[in-house]
């Protein structure tokens, strides 16, 4: 079992920017083919956010393409989420995801993001 550990998240007013973080325990982030952030707002499914592979390329949901940037830096073995311009529903719980191919994906314990209009 890999240990996904998260960090970032709080409170902001609409239009403001918040920094997600996220990094495993104990192996690098070149193990894993793909990573990135779901989130699941009260009431609602889990939704992907964005994702970058290993080879960089990265894909975003339509709602938050423009103003969300997900980043990866290897020599800090860690993966970032700039969130700027945000809105209130971008109030979620935001998880990191690592997934390893056949070897099955990783989930963060979830960070709060809350969005105030």
């Known amino acids: 079992q890999v240990q996904v550990v998260g960090s970032g998240g709080g409170s902001v007013q609409a239009g403001g920017s918040l920094r997600l973080s996220c990094a495993p325990v104990?192996?690098?982030?070149?193990?894993?083919?793909?990573m990135g952030w779901y989130r699941q707002a009260p009431g609602k499914q889990r939704e992907l956010v964005a994702i970058?592979?290993?080879?960089?390329?990265?894909k975003y949901a339509d709602s938050v393409k423009g103003r969300f940037t997900i980043s990866r830096d290897n020599a800090k073995n860690t993966i970032y989420l700039q969130m700027n311009s945000l809105k209130p529903e971008d109030t979620a719980v935001y998880y990191c995801n690592l997934h390893r191919g056949s070897a099955g994906q990783y989930w963060g314990q979830g960070t709060q993001v809350t969005v105030s209009s």
């Open positions: 970058i592979t290993t080879g960089g390329s990265t």
């Open positions: 104990s192996m690098s982030i070149l193990s894993f083919d793909a």
